[in-house]
């Protein structure tokens, strides 16, 4: 047994990579790109460290090329989670009572073979599987993943640093256990990263987990399982399955050792599986712990003192890149009237030149949304909004679905600043805008603070500072990442930790020291170096 104190320090983000013209990374990736569509996957689930297949298999294709068929996975039922939840209790034991530095070696080797041996392979997944382009994949499933290892075993360090001051005669510690019991990681399509950190944030404080990947991102969650298992995570430690919620939820929400949930989603599944736990309450053996992360209705507020190509920019990219399907997208805008029309108009020149079409085509900005439920969801805004004299579209407006799920970049003018679309979280690339009463800016205020039940992600476009301060101050509760000068998306680990209140979620800012506390249980030890012999304390003599 060793004696040694280990640090981790602090990392620094991975390099971004840029697939420029001519360079290695463009090749490696256009290669790897052709490789995983000349061979159609069987992907298991993963219980216990074997692969289970049970024959049930649906089809993966990717969103904007859905003739092609890039494999299928097995999906699970019942008894799949049960063996899922099985495995990982019989591993809690011997996982939670390995050394720290053991754990955080599993988890550094993954984020090393991410950034080197499989950068293209993660970054190729994501394109075909989710319809990214590749500079959204380089952001999300090599560096912000990369990151999200790196950066929370450094900070899970910081935490288990802490510890309490000791008295004469008396020396106290605190252990930071894992949580009794099992984790239920569910885990969305539209990040790679998210689908990683879920389960692994967990698993790094010792927890055992059960993993549910949304249908849509088995492609990229199954080949990151398997990053890991080369990086020696034992088996049983994290389970994947790929049984459907409902499913899941009966099950895992009614066990006696169901110990947390680690959930990215929608705000009404995460609302439901809340009240299911509360109603459950009574049957487990300690008080589950409920992370999540979930809608938003991400705003622009331009002021009138703002630079317009800044604004537009923030719009354009904000609103647009991965077709507005990130839980921060910018979705409503609202523009001062003396600058309105010269956002609106470069705006809409802009849209113009963006490239829309498949992934492996580099020069395309625009991919596909991720399914045909989606599809249909944004299309039926989008016809709504033709019709309604509350709405006028003033760039995009047509989809088709013939060779994959393609939506254009749309804007949507309201005269209505709560017009449907204003207010409802479509997750798609539809940006609203309203234009104010520049000369009315505290009302604006109000109104961006007033409009949604969401407080996700927020940004202000101004040159005059006192507005800048102002807008801080007003929205404070709107919004948990609040951008100045910038668009709202694009949280780096380790720099803006991500995460949003109100209807968004509990705010546990995944990426920092305050979402891996979530997943520890504390427990203080004091130890009296000399015992006393008398329960006579002085003040009971009186001389």
């Known amino acids: 047994m060793h004696n040694a104190y280990f640090d981790f320090a602090a990392p620094t983000n991975e390099p971004v990579l840029t697939y420029g013209p001519g360079t290695p990374e463009k090749a490696a990736l256009k290669k790897q790109l052709a490789a995983f569509k000349a061979v159609e996957m069987d992907i298991p689930m993963y219980i216990g460290g074997k692969e289970v297949r049970t024959g049930k298999t649906v089809d993966i294709r990717p969103p904007h090329e859905i003739k092609h068929k890039l494999g299928h996975f097995h999906a699970g039922d019942a008894s799949h989670v049960n063996e899922a939840i099985a495995a990982a209790l019989a591993a809690r034991q011997r996982w939670a009572d390995t050394p720290w530095e053991q754990r955080a070696a599993i988890f550094l080797k993954a984020a090393d073979l991410l950034a080197t041996k499989y950068r293209a392979h993660t970054n190729a997944a994501t394109m075909l599987g989710q319809s990214k382009n590749a500079y959204q994949a380089e952001i999300d499933s090599a560096c912000e993943l990369i990151d999200f290892l790196r950066f929370n075993v450094h900070y899970l360090t910081e935490i288990y640093r802490q510890q309490p001051v000791s008295s004469p005669g008396v020396h106290n510690r605190m252990e930071y256990r894992p949580l009794e019991g099992f984790v239920l990681a569910v885990t969305p399509f539209n990040f790679s990263a998210i689908g990683g950190n879920l389960p692994t944030s967990a698993a790094m404080c010792g927890n055992v987990v059960v993993w549910k990947p949304a249908n849509t991102a088995v492609y990229h969650a199954s080949f990151f399982m398997k990053v890991l298992m080369e990086a020696g995570l034992p088996d049983g430690v994290i389970n994947l399955v790929y049984a459907d919620g409902p499913t899941i939820g009966d099950i895992c929400f009614a066990h006696p050792d169901f110990a947390g949930i680690h959930f990215t989603g929608s705000t009404g599944v995460f609302q439901t599986m809340w009240k299911t736990i509360g109603n459950n309450i009574s049957k487990y053996k300690t008080y589950p712990r409920i992370v999540g992360e979930t809608g938003g209705k991400d705003f622009v507020l331009v002021h009138k003192s703002a630079d317009v190509d800044a604004v537009v920019t923030g719009l354009a990219r904000g609103a647009f890149e991965f077709q ?37 085509d580099f020069t395309n900005f625009i991919n596909a ?23 006028k579209i003033i760039a995009g407006g047509n989809y088709s679905k013939t060779e994959g799920y393609f939506i254009e970049p749309t804007v949507i003018e309201a005269s209505d600043p709560k017009y449907v679309t204003m207010c409802e979280e479509i997750f798609g690339p539809v940006l609203s805008i309203y234009t104010y009463d520049a000369d009315k800016f505290e009302e604006a205020i109000e109104l961006v603070d007033g409009t949604s039940e969401y407080a996700l992600t927020g940004a202000i476009f101004a040159q005059d500072r006192y507005a800048l301060e102002l807008a801080t101050k007003k929205l404070v509760n709107a919004a948990g990442n609040f951008y100045l000068n910038d668009k709202p998306t694009g949280a780096v680990v380790g720099q803006q930790p991500f995460g949003g209140a109100r209807a968004s979620g509990t705010n546990d800012k995944a990426g920092s020291q305050l979402n891996l506390y979530r997943w520890l249980s504390a427990r203080t030890v004091k130890e009296t170096l000399v015992s006393p012999t008398d329960y006579r304390y002085p003040f009971l003599k009186e001389a």
Do not use: H, W
């Open 324 to 360: 507005g399907q990130k839980c921060s997208a910018a979705s409503r805008a609202y523009l001062p009237s003396n600058l309105a029309e010269e956002i609106k108009t470069k705006l809409a020149a802009e849209l113009k030149t963006m490239k829309m079409g498949t992934t492996e």
């Open 369 to 391: 949304v991720i399914d045909e439920r989606s599809f249909d969801k944004i299309a039926t805004y989008i016809d709504n909004a033709k019709k309604d004299p509350k709405a």
